[in-house]
């Protein structure tokens, strides 16, 4: 009997842990000391990889100067391969680092590493073409919708509230809560080593205005084709929308043509999306041996606080804002209308796909809650498409978490808000299917310099975690419809 392939992911972590966890308490280490004939007056530098750790330490007159981790994947046949940039950060480092041999662990990690992240690579390939063409394909199929004017626009304006809402519970979840900052320390190239997070330290940080311009400079691509070759996936998923718009104005037979374009296209990426994600469990398997190879057990902590961060996020907003939004915006009771949803919305847990969902939710939203035929077909396949708050609040959640893990700190104010555009923008193009947030969070990871493998930790989870996302998702477009329809004059329901 097949596996469900949630059952094959969490096997394929259970068997990548205790592989890791083996190599890990086994395999040897060592601390290489070099302590004279080093340049820039550099008395003694130490290099100590103790426990799957490879950090650098350089000593000037027996005081401490510089200390940065460096990432242990990178070792290759007994030598680390980044040494030139190693060499960008500090030439001593890079000449002393040359020289060391590193552990069993450090050495067969980065092999492991390197065979998961093939997985990692398929999702990376379709990414682009995937929220291009699945963008593309939602926003040209509302076709005639957009003529019905007011209904149109105030969906639309509750669908982006309430994202935007969902987004802001998953930063306040993730920086109070803090979940990667729980277990053992920084995985990976630590804070010191580049990307992101050493902008608190390079002196003040850019104002909010200041972010919030640079964000809309990227929203308005110069090259679209550089930014595809880049990629800038803020100017892609922009220039997509700006495309589709101005398709939709023109109608006709453009309109049409480039439609049929646009969804023949999403097919054939949502087919080859689905056959990469029948390999998560050998990706899983991989990377979450390399993970648990070069950081032991400590990381599964951490791992636990994440799954609290993010039911805390989504129940907030399950249970407190959008209810919130029915009583005093749609003049229902949220407790009888989420009975009356309860069919689609434990469909949409079991299943974990919105779209899946859809024929039930519309069902129920008719003749189980009363809302009216018009309101329910034209809002609810809409929000299958573009209103994905519980995807996007776990995007940002996970991402920050693996912000927190990689660096051993937050993130800073300018790199959470472009984690929360990318999430935004992200969640519109987001496939309704098992798991095709993996994708996604590929386009958010980039978009602030985290490395995609970090992915690996929060795979074994994912599919508990994508069960309750969507169920929420399918709860605020069930929501919208009941605010669409009181906030909707009476001629435009006959």
């Known amino acids: 009997m097949r596996l469900a392939l949630h059952w094959q992911i969490f096997w394929g972590m259970l068997a990548g842990a205790i592989l890791g966890v083996t190599l890990n308490l086994t395999a040897s280490s060592r601390s290489v000391r070099i302590v004279d004939g080093l340049p820039g007056g550099l008395s003694v530098a130490e290099i100590d990889d103790t426990s799957g750790r490879a950090e650098i330490r350089l000593f000037r007159d027996g005081v401490l100067e510089e200390s940065f981790v460096v990432d242990p994947a990178d070792v290759k046949d007994g030598a680390f391969r980044s040494v030139d940039e190693l060499r960008r950060q500090s030439p001593v480092a890079a000449e002393i680092y040359s020289q060391h041999g590193g552990s069993v662990a450090l050495w067969t990690g980065a092999w492991l590493k390197r065979v998961g992240s093939l997985f990692l690579r398929m999702l990376q390939m379709v990414a682009v073409p995937l929220i291009i063409t699945s963008l593309g394909a939602g926003i040209l199929g509302l076709g005639d919708r957009a003529g019905v004017g007011g209904m149109f626009t105030r969906t639309l304006a509750y669908y982006a509230i309430t994202s935007f809402l969902a987004i802001l519970t998953g930063l306040l979840a993730v920086n109070v809560i803090r979940p990667g900052l729980r277990g053992a320390g920084a995985i990976g190239m630590g ?27 990227a929203l308005i691509p110069s090259n679209p084709v550089a930014a595809l070759a ?108 989420a009975r009356a949803m309860s069919p689609a919305l434990l469909m949409a847990f079991s299943s ?49 978490f693996i912000a927190q893990l990689h660096n051993g700190a937050n ?36 978009a602030v310099g985290l490395p995609i493998e970090m992915q690996a930790i929060i795979l074994a989870v994912d599919r508990v975690l994508d069960m309750a996302r969507t169920a929420v998702n399918v709860w605020s477009d069930s929501c919208g419809c009941a605010v669409v329809e009181r906030l909707s004059p009476p001629a435009e329901l006959d």
């Open 191 to 217: 804070a010191a080593a580049g990307g992101v997070a050493v902008a608190p330290l390079q002196g003040q940080s850019p104002g909010l205005g200041t972010i919030l311009f640079e964000q809309l400079e």
């Open 230 to 337: 880049e990629p800038n996936f803020l100017s892609i998923i922009a220039f997509t929308i700006a495309i589709a718009i101005f398709a939709l104005r023109i109608g006709g037979d453009t309109a049409r043509r480039l439609q049929i374009a646009a969804q023949t296209g999403c097919d054939v990426m949502m087919a080859m999306t689905t056959a990469i994600i029948k390999l998560a469990p050998l990706g899983v398997f991989f990377l979450m041996a390399y993970v648990t190879a070069t950081q032991g057990v400590n990381v599964f902590k951490s791992l636990a606080w994440y799954v609290v961060a993010v039911a805390v996020a989504l129940a907030f907003h399950a249970c407190v804002t959008l209810p919130l939004i029915l009583r005093f915006v749609a003049k229902v009771n949220p407790r009888e209308f």
């Open 352 to 400: 974990a796909s919105s779209n899946g969902t859809l024929p039930l939710t519309m069902s129920n939203v008719e003749k189980r809650a009363g809302i009216s035929k018009r309101t329910g077909s034209f809002v609810l396949p809409l929000g299958a498409t573009v209103n994905m708050d519980g995807t996007a609040l776990y995007e940002v959640v996970a991402v920050l």
């Open 411 to 446: 993130l800073p104010l300018s790199a959470q808000v472009i984690v929360a555009i990318t999430a935004l923008l992200a969640s519109v193009g987001a496939a309704g299917i098992p798991h095709a947030g993996l994708v996604m969070m590929v386009i958010i990871l980039q």
